[in-house]
T-cell receptor, first 111, second 113 residues
């Protein structure tokens, strides 16, 4: 089946790096997204990676993909209090654009 | 100039009522979706329409009926509302052919009392 798992909570200090991990089961996912959800808001796309890539860097964000282990991670450098939110990894399933989500990881950034 | 807009943002209603949530996108996308987010923040797809044709229909009670009058609109009608339907419902759209990312609306918080 299709499943995504993330740890539920991560707490870091402002200025530190944050690493949010994700495992998924659908090996046919051709691209994988990271979304951010702030309280009471919708989902905002942060970044994505194609399944034929190992790494993608986008300013403070670094995405690592281990396709063999079906493991995806998001590293946020120099984490700021404004980064506090829920982060969802979302592989795309099949060719319908359907996103598979889990419960997300709540990132708490302490000043 | 909102890309994906849903109305209403909040909806409080009694059990047994029928209600609708509307969604519109102005991005020219060919595919629209409804997702449900429960109280534990778990997000799951409910339906998807591609060019007005239903392409995804997950195991959702048939009290939920999506309707897509055109490519830019996807509405969700819910009959005989139950307490367990309380959740945040998100509309999204994407262009599947060109594999653009999905854009989400702000969500509709439905509370059934």
């Amino acid at each position: 089946g299709e499943d995504v798992e993330q740890s539920l909570f991560l707490s870091v200090r402002e200025g530190d790096s944050s690493v949010i991990n994700c495992t998924y089961t659908d090996s046919s996912s051709t691209y994988l997204y990271w979304y951010k959800q702030e309280p009471g808001a919708g989902l905002q796309l942060l970044t994505y990676i194609f399944s034929n890539m190992d790494m993608k860097q986008d300013q403070r964000l670094t995405v690592l993909l281990n396709k063999k282990d079906k493991h995806l991670s998001l590293r946020i450098a120099d984490t700021q209090t404004g980064d506090s939110a829920i982060y969802f990894c979302a592989p795309v399933s099949g060719n319908t654009g359907k996103l598979i989500f889990g419960q997300g990881t709540t990132l708490q950034v302490k000043p | 100039d909102t890309a994906v807009s849903q109305t209403p943002k909040y909806l409080v209603t009694q059990m047994g009522n029928d209600k609708s949530i509307k969604c519109e996108q102005n991005l020219g996308h060919d595919t629209m979706y409804w997702y449900k987010q429960d109280s534990k923040k778990f997000l799951k797809i409910m339906f998807s329409y591609n060019n007005k044709e239903l392409i995804i229909n997950e195991t959702v009670p048939n009290r939920f009926s999506p309707k897509s009058p055109d490519k830019a609109h996807l509405n969700l009608h819910i009959n005989s509302l139950e307490l367990g339907d309380s959740a945040v419902y998100f509309c999204a759209s994407s262009h599947v052919q060109t594999r653009t990312e999905a854009f989400f609306g702000q969500g509709t918080r439905l509370t059934v009392v």
